[in-house]
């Protein structure tokens, strides 16, 4: 049972029906997969980590001893469950870009963040069809299920890790499920600590230079029907070393109707639709307050979702 690495390269080549099953059996079983030779230039990533760590020193880690000093967390006693040992900042891509906005990122960073997040929009799509491929979905199914009235919301968190004195005390980030569909991460290739939980057990998801993970969120799992489902994980604070990790949520627009496919829920053994149907940004308010908690209520509740009216139980 090794943690899925796939060669997806190997997609447009004679090992196709091989990998396509690779990618079928970790969206099935694990909800988390590792991409190498994805198509991303490593240039390209290098040049991203390079920036953002240099931007990581230069305008957040003073920042970040001050707070945890202040706020009394490096002092911590015991177990801490109400906030992370992480230092993020958030890019928004689409529909709208606020990277020109931000304050303290070099125009150099902005641009190479721009041009990064373009080629993870597309490989998010071309992974999305995939999963139409592997769920005999129609092409382009799932990227029209996220699309809403313009298009869908793409997003990167950027954040770093810092060696943190009491990892057992407080996490990097507490266990969660992703809200959204597909993400994507570019994590540092030597200091570890993300790790989804699989048969009760947590495992790590390794480190590797120039990579991908990429796993899947709540949104796909309703319009899955649960054949995919979104997994729990979570970050373990590391006592050497920062970690870098940019994690990118394409996710669909605030206005999309999410609900499972009728082709799943026919083929499903039991008819009866267990998943609810509602406007993505419904859940999201939800999620805003409950992200640390388990998703079956957060589904439960959207099956009152009020802006479906009465076809919410279609
Ligand atoms: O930093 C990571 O590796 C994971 C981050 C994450 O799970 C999240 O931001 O939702
Ligand atoms: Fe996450």
Known sequence: MEFPIINLEKVNGDERKATMDMIKDACENWGFFELVNHGIPVEVMDTVERLTKEHYKKSMEQRFKELVASNGLVDASAEVN??????????????????SELPDLE????????????RLEKLAEDLLDLLCENLALEKGYLKEAFYGARGPTFGTKVA???????????????AHTDAGGIILLFQDDRVSGLQLLKD??????PPMRH?????????????????YKS???R?????????????????????AVIYPAPELVEDAQEKTQVYPKFVFEDYMKLYSALK???????????????????????
């Open 292 to 314: 640390f908690q388990a998703k079956e209520p957060r589904f439960e509740a959207m099956k009152a979702d009020v802006s479906m009216g009465p076809i919410a139980t279609a």
């Open 235 to 255: 970050v373990i604070a590391q006592t050497e070393g920062t970690r870098m990790s940019i994690a990118s949520f394409y996710n669909p627009g605030s206005d």
């Open 160 to 174: 770093n890790y810092p060696p943190c004195p009491k990892p057992e005390l407080i996490k990097g980030l507490r």
């Open 107 to 118: 125009d150099k960073y902005r641009k190479v963040m721009k041009d990064f997040a373009l």
């Open 82 to 99: 109400d906030v992370d040992w992480e230092c993020t900042f958030h890019l928004k891509h689409l529909p709208d870009s606020n990277i």
């Open 211 to 227: 990579s991908i993970v990429v796993n899947l969120g709540d949104q796909l799992e309703v319009i899955t029907n649960g054949k």
């Open 200 to 205: 009760d057990e947590w495992i790590d998801v």
């Open 231 to 233: 997994v729990l994980h």
